[in-house]
């Protein structure tokens, strides 16, 4: 069964802190890895990875995908209280639209 | 670009009752597909549907149907709700379908909240 693992589930730091989110799975038919911020309603996208190796970048806001060891991260830097939200990590299949979702984890910024 | 919208955002239901549930993707998108949202399972999807035609389906009984027309726009509907229908039900938007050899980001619409009383 295709499975995606999130870690930590919850997290909380302080507003300028940074964080490192972790995202490992297993699945048959790798074909792409995708991070979402999901604040009230929608997850809105952040990075579509497809290579191992190569480190996407938006801002504040990095990640990197290892295809042989199976994980991603998501770096954070310089947190800001509107980073708080849950980031979904999600992993997209060969010959399907169908991506298949981690737990998720929460991240709260205290000021 | 107008982003991928969903009707109605809140919906109370009886359960017994059937629903019907609306996504417009983002305009030039012609895949479609749904998710399933609760605490206790997290995201879990449902079906894709590009070109009218659907592509794939996930593990949900034959209860939950949808279609997609010429447009894009597409439907889902649930007949007889059970309580453990209560999600909500995200639609995502991209421009091509799983079957093509590139992977295509997918865009989620704000979701409609389905309560079943």
């Known amino acids: 069964e295709d499975k995606v693992v999130q870690s930590p589930l919850s997290l909380v730091v302080h507003e300028g802190d940074t964080v490192t989110l972790n995202c490992s799975y297993e699945?048959?038919?790798?074909?792409?890895l995708l991070w979402y911020k999901q604040e009230k309603k929608a997850p809105t996208f952040l990075f579509m990875l497809?290579?191992?190796?190569i480190e996407k970048k938006s801002g504040r806001l990095s990640s990197i995908l290892d295809k042989k060891e199976l994980f991603s991260i998501l770096n954070i830097t310089a947190t800001q209280t509107g980073d708080s939200a849950i980031y979904l990590c999600?992993?997209?299949?060969?010959?399907?639209?169908?991506?298949?979702f981690g737990q998720g984890t929460r991240l709260t910024i205290n000021p | 670009k107008a982003g991928v919208t969903q009707t109605p955002r809140y919906l109370i239901k009886t359960r017994g009752q059937q629903v019907t549930l609306s996504c417009s993707p983002i305009?030039?998108?012609?895949?479609v597909s749904w998710y399933q949202q609760t605490p206790g399972q997290g995201l879990q999807f449902l079906f894709e549907?590009?070109?009218?035609?659907?592509?794939n389906k996930g593990n949900f009984p034959g209860r939950f149907s949808g279609r997609q027309f010429s447009n894009s726009r597409s439907e889902m509907n649930v007949s007889t709700l059970e309580l453990g229908d209560s999600a909500l039900y995200l639609c995502?938007?991209?421009f091509g379908s799983g079957l093509a050899n590139l992977p295509y980001e997918q865009y989620f619409g704000p979701g409609t909240r389905l309560t079943v009383t």
């Open positions: 549907y590009f070109s009218e035609t659907q592509r």
């Open positions: 995502a938007s991209s």
């Open positions: 999600a992993v997209g299949l060969q010959g399907a639209q169908k991506l298949v």
């Open positions: 497809t290579s191992s190796g």
């Open positions: 305009s030039g998108h012609r895949s």
């Open positions: 699945v048959t038919n790798f074909r792409s």
